[in-house]
């Protein structure tokens, strides 16, 4: 049987990329959202590499805190609404990268991981012969 790998992030990691204390609600949440950091990151790497990178863990954690960041977390977060008497119309704006209160990789972050996701390796040449 497999043991179970180490956490890719800890809410210590997330304190630090708000430059605060969580708090008690924060605590509840952090945990899950790592975990959906986690399948993202996954997702982008293939596969997290073992023992998990620096890079990893601030990425990981940086997506939490942004999470935590955001204003209402159960708000649709529309950066401006507009609303006109007749003939009943709405317009809502929406901010770039409103995520719904899930964590998301930014083109920063893609870029951080970069050098993780090709295992530190760079273009080379083989010779023949």
Known sequence: MQSPSPPIATPTDVAKRLGRDLDDGELDA???LLEEAEVLIEGYLGKIPQPVPRRVTVVAS???????EQ????????ESVQHAAGPFSETKRFSTGASGGAPWLT??????????RSGGRGIYTIGIG
């Open 107 to 116: 083109a920063a972050d893609k870029q951080s991981l970069r050098q993780a």
């Open 62 to 68: 940086r997506m939490v805190a942004r999470v935590l």
């Open 30 to 32: 952090v945990d899950g």
């Open 71 to 78: 204003p209402d977390a159960e708000a649709f977060y529309a």
